[in-house]
């Protein structure tokens, strides 16, 4: 008799198996793969692609299939989803999630998504195709799933973003890392002679979105974005005599350090992606006596 703690084993690695790398299809995805194709054109421009309103923080499924709104854009003919961004919330951190689900025939699919930023006339200013998205295998309760991160500041120059797929998308797949390789991975074993899964491109799908404002913590931008002046955040008196002391106090025969160019340093961390960095920088900056700092920061976030 095989024991009971072997079965249980058993029964957990069979699902581990079978159930992590795909989910359920979405209710929207249809059986009909030419539904596409007949879809009728909603609008003749992108500034009149109907829009939602995207609140600045919290998480959303967006559909693609028969309840989306298709539009027949310059890569070609996609359903999309629009939302415009909210204003008064500062610089946004946005994440979007397309996870493996299985099509009506029960094979692994994906949509691959393409995220447009559009300004107030509906002109295309930043694209990411679904290239620039990262795999991520299963693991634990998450299947696989294409991830892309960013961060926004809305503005005229970025007013909304629309979700769709593309031509070139849909005419090609992505591999799978197959649960049972993950697993001798994770064990530090020797991967099994198994061929990966595939999952093709579709027209229908799901994407999960999540926003939070990347200033909510540190509160750096708020004054901007609330109408506030260039003053630095309040300092007790005790630290500011600190500073004070600090700063004009030298080791004798030394000569007192060059002043840190805040801005280039701002800089460096933004080209390196780095938008956390460089808020704090410039909050330090502000607490040196650099006035404006903030101010400037939120301009070079307006350009991106």
């Known amino acids: 008799?095989?024991?009971?703690?072997?079965?249980?084993?058993?029964?957990?690695?069979?699902?581990?198996?079978?159930?992590?790398?795909?989910?359920?299809?979405?209710?929207?995805?249809?059986?009909?793969?030419?539904?596409?194709?007949?879809?009728?054109?909603?609008?003749?421009?992108?500034?009149?692609?109907?829009?939602?309103?995207?609140?600045?923080?919290?998480?959303?499924?967006?559909?693609?299939?028969?309840?989306?709104?298709?539009?027949?854009?310059d890569t070609g003919v996609s359903a999309f989803r629009a939302l415009r961004l909210p204003r008064s919330s500062g610089p946004l951190r946005l994440e979007l999630v397309s996870a493996v689900q299985r099509d009506a025939r029960g094979q692994p699919a994906l949509f691959a998504p393409t995220l447009l930023i559009l300004d107030e006339a509906g002109r295309i200013r930043r694209r990411h195709d679904w290239q620039e998205f990262t795999y991520r295998p299963a693991q634990g309760l998450k299947g696989d799933r294409l991830t892309l991160s960013l961060d926004v500041m809305p503005s005229s120059d970025a007013d909304r973003l629309v979700v769709l797929t593309t031509e070139a998308a849909l005419s090609a797949e992505t591999e799978l890392l197959h649960p049972a390789r993950a697993l001798a991975r994770a064990r530090h074993l020797a991967e099994p002679a198994v061929l990966n899964p595939v999952a093709a491109h579709r027209a229908e799908g799901e994407v999960t979105l999540r926003v939070h404002p990347i200033g909510e913590t540190a509160g750096l931008l708020a004054p901007l974005m609330a109408g506030g002046g260039d003053e630095p955040p309040p300092v007790s008196p005790a630290a500011d005599a600190g500073m004070a002391k600090t700063a004009d106090t030298a080791p004798h025969g030394q000569p007192t350090p060059a002043p840190l160019d805040w801005r280039r340093t701002i800089r460096a961390a933004l080209a390196a992606g780095d938008l956390e960095l460089a808020m704090s920088l410039a909050e330090r900056a502000e607490l040196a006596g650099e006035t404006g700092t903030r101010r400037w920061l939120a301009q070079q976030l307006e350009r991106r």
């Open 1 to 73: 008799m095989i024991p009971a703690k072997t079965l249980v084993a058993v029964a957990l690695g069979t699902l581990w198996l079978s159930g992590c790398a795909t989910s359920t299809s979405p209710s929207s995805m249809p059986a009909d793969a030419d539904w596409l194709d007949r879809a009728s054109d909603c609008c003749a421009e992108l500034a009149d692609l109907p829009q939602m309103d995207l609140s600045a923080r919290g998480s959303q499924d967006l559909e693609f299939g028969l309840m989306a709104p298709v539009h027949r854009f």
